[in-house]
């Protein structure tokens, strides 16, 4: 009797001796040889998605008894006569190194450390959980055919929308990433102090939506619905000459900048710029247009953080005076993340946003435990950069430093993380490394 079941969707070979194997149970994590009647096939799934393993029950076991010529009661008899089988000896107790004090042991119930002894017993036991299906994998788009990095962001790219965007999907589809979030860099003349733009229909993101759904139909689109990549100011949203940021005039203009991405076939609409009210809105707008099945990811607690200046030198959109921090959140603040989280959940947002990540874990928890919707968290270009840097420098284990932060953004509570290690971190998953 057979039966199949598919692994996860990745193509990649199995790894040896990799640490990253340890997050998700892609495979077996130790040298453990499979010597039990479990016969396990790979098969190729059409293109390169899944492994087929096919599991049969042996039927060998009491032909190979017969052989041995004495049943199972001649066997009970003789060991209770005696007659006790050959086995290895009781192993000797390991010996300590010479100088080591002699003490008598501590009188302890509870020895944590006996759950972590071996690494199949730490793989048993282990609480969270990595996989690709976690990651939401930022990409920058812009207008030209050469695909240009970004300095202060080692191994990003503003990627021509028509061509290196094609292939950077393709490579995240291929290791079991199916999520993009897009930011657009816009030409500075298309730039206005209201950001119309950012609701034109054949503008650079509703065009590139169309052509990723054209090549990748389930590829899932998540869009960010703010105005600072459209704005001559450099803001989330309309400037008043006094500076003041208009709330309701610039939520209009994301509502229709919403409503445009849905119909160009986004799948997730993510407002990230924290005016009031603007989730309700959003929802009307979609479902006056009939796009009721478009989901709202609310950027819920946004703080007006330092970690985001790499990503403003990607786009070009430092705000051209002040700050963000009449409408991004103190950094000092965790209650107020309840009130933000109360209003977002009321008017009708599906995920639930925290950002940064890592600076940030006490937020994570705090949604988590209030609210019964998905948590997102975003690891920054700050926070990506950083590690980036330190890995550059040897002054850490890049590979790893990046794992751990993904894992400890899952533990905090968070369902997915928009990352831009998406791509690295799960090839390091699936057991490549390039
Ligand atoms: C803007 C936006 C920002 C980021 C995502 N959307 C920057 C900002 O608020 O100034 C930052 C992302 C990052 O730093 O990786 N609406």
């Known amino acids: 009797m057979a039966?199949?079941?598919?692994?996860?969707?990745?193509?990649?070979?199995?790894?040896?001796?990799?640490?990253?194997?340890?997050?998700?149970?892609?495979?077996?994590?130790t040298d453990l040889k499979l010597n039990?009647?479990?016969?396990?096939?790979?098969?190729?799934?059409?293109?390169?998605?899944?492994?087929?393993?096919?599991?049969?029950?042996?039927?060998?076991?009491?032909?190979?008894?017969?052989?041995l010529g004495r049943s199972n009661e001649e066997h009970e008899a003789a060991v209770a006569a005696g007659n006790v089988p050959e086995a290895p000896p009781i192993p000797p107790k390991?010996?300590?190194?010479?100088?080591?004090?002699?003490?008598?042991?501590?009188?302890?119930?509870?020895?944590?450390?006996?759950?972590?002894?071996?690494?199949?017993?730490?793989?048993?036991?282990q609480e969270t959980t990595l996989s690709p299906a976690n990651f939401v994998y930022p990409l920058f788009i812009h207008e030209g055919e050469e695909d240009t990095p970004i300095g202060a962001m080692p191994g990003c790219y503003r990627l021509g929308w028509r061509h290196g965007l094609i292939e950077e999907v393709a490579k995240a589809r291929d290791v079991g990433v199916n999520s993009v979030v897009l930011f657009p860099k816009v030409p500075e003349a298309l730039k206005t102090p209201t950001g119309d733009e950012a609701y034109n229909d054949n503008g650079l993101v509703p065009r590139t939506i169309r052509l990723l759904k054209d090549k990748y139909p389930d590829l899932v689109i998540y869009t960010d619905v703010a105005l600072d990549p459209y704005s001559s100011d450099g803001h989330d949203g309309i400037v008043r000459e006094d500076g003041v940021i208009m709330n309701d005039e610039t939520v209009h203009q994301l509502c229709k900048q919403a409503v445009s991405q849905a119909r160009a076939g986004a799948d997730v609409v993510s407002p990230s710029d924290m005016m009031d009210g603007r989730v309700g809105a959003i929802r009307a707008a979609l479902d006056a247009d009939g796009f009721q099945h478009v989901s709202i990811m609310s950027y819920t607690a946004k703080y007006a953080s330092s970690f985001y200046g790499p990503f403003r030198e990607a786009l070009n959109s430092n705000p051209r005076f002040g700050d963000k921090k009449t409408y991004q959140m103190n950094p000092a603040n965790y209650r107020e993340a309840l009130v933000e989280l109360q209003a977002d959940e009321a008017e009708g947002a599906d995920i639930l946003l925290v950002k940064p990540g890592l600076p940030y874990l006490d937020v994570i928890r705090l949604l988590r435990e209030k609210s019964s919707l998905p948590i997102a968290a975003y690891q920054v270009s700050g926070e990506y950069s950083m590690i980036k840097a330190g890995g550059v420098l040897k002054m850490i284990d890049e590979e790893k430093v990046m794992m751990e932060s993904l894992m400890c953004l899952r533990r905090a509570g968070s369902d997915i993380i928009l990352t831009y290690f998406a791509l690295q971190a799960a090839r390091c998953l699936c057991g490549e490394k390039r």
Do not use: D, W
């Open 94 to 125: 390991p010996a300590a190194p010479e100088g080591t004090p002699v003490v008598s042991s501590l009188p302890l119930n509870r020895r944590p450390r006996r759950n972590r002894r071996t690494p199949v017993m730490r793989a048993s036991f």
């Open 3 to 29: 039966s199949a079941m598919f692994s996860a969707p990745c193509s990649a070979r199995p790894a040896k001796g990799l640490h990253c194997q340890n997050y998700v149970g892609l495979r077996l994590n």
């Open 36 to 67: 039990t009647s479990v016969s396990v096939k790979s098969m190729k799934n059409g293109q390169s998605s899944g492994r087929l393993l096919i599991v049969r029950a042996s039927e060998k076991r009491k032909e190979y008894l017969h052989k």
